[in-house]
T-cell receptor, first 113, second 116 residues
Framework: NAGVTQTPKFQVLKTGQSMTLQCAQD?????MSWYRQDPGMGLRLIHY???????DQGEVPNGYNVSRSTTEDFPLRLLSAAPSQTSVYFC????????????FGNGTRLTVT | AQKITQTQPGMFVQEKEAVTLDCTYD???????LFWYKQPSSGEMIFLIY??????QNATEGRYSLNFQKARKSANLVISASQLGDSAMYFC?????????????FGKGTTLSVSS
């Protein structure tokens, strides 16, 4: 009963490095999304996808890329890491893009020095 | 604009007592969903309960119930018979069809501390 799986759990990057946060779900969910959680700012939407091959920007997309080649996977790419991207990142999925609950992965704590 | 307000930064309750966590929301969309999530110190986000804007009855899930008052735009979470494991941050959130990306809009959270 895996649900939403995120890797890695922790990551430290130097400014300018790139990396990919992995997200996979085994619930055949149509909708997948990435959020970042910052103290005092709550959770904010970075990018989302309503199905394979379809992605769109959320509230805070700058500095991040996504792709959705399969229903299961939705990786988040940091192109050139900046200290402002230090955050906790959550991947979340729901059965559709309607009003159904989002199910979250366990999060990735990223530090950019 | 869509907004969720949680006015209680911290709440304290003794084991076996009931506690109410407040949440008010603002939206002009007639169709929306209201959610509560629990975030323990380990960091994961756990879905607790859902209430649809057209639901006539208040949602319940085990010890959790949602006191939905549509006219007042409030969606308070009631936890009955608190347990030590209920100590966590609790977030109220809303999702509406007209919100860009049908994103979850979160409140700032309430920290619940349960003592023995």
């Amino acid at each position: 009963n895996a649900g939403v799986t995120q890797t890695p759990k922790f990551q430290v990057l130097k400014t300018g490095q790139s990396m990919t946060l992995q997200c996979a779900q085994d619930m055949n969910h149509e909708y997948m999304s990435w959020y970042r959680q910052d103290p005092g700012m709550g959770l904010r939407l970075i990018h989302y996808s309503v199905g394979a091959g379809i992605t769109d920007q959320g509230e805070v997309p700058n500095g991040y890329n996504v792709s959705r080649s399969t229903t299961e996977d939705f990786p988040l790419r940091l192109l050139s890491a900046a200290p402002s991207q230090t955050s906790v990142y959550f991947c979340a999925s729901s059965i559709d893009r309607g009003l159904s609950p989002l199910h979250f992965g366990n999060g990735t704590r990223l530090t950019v020095t | 604009a869509q907004k969720i307000t949680q006015t209680q930064p911290g709440m304290f309750v003794q084991e076996k007592e009931a506690v109410t966590l407040d949440c008010t929301y603002d939206t002009s969309d007639p169709s929306y969903g209201l959610f509560w999530y629990k975030q323990p110190s380990s960091g994961e986000m756990i879905f607790l309960i859902y209430q649809g804007s057209y639901d006539q009855q208040n949602a319940t899930e085990g010890r959790y119930s949602l006191n939905f008052q549509k006219a007042r735009k409030s969606a308070n979470l009631v936890i009955s018979a608190s347990q030590l494991g209920d100590s966590a941050m609790y977030f109220c959130a809303m999702r509406s069809a007209n919100q860009a990306g049908t994103a979850l809009i979160f409140g700032k959270g309430t920290t619940l501390s349960v003592s023995s």
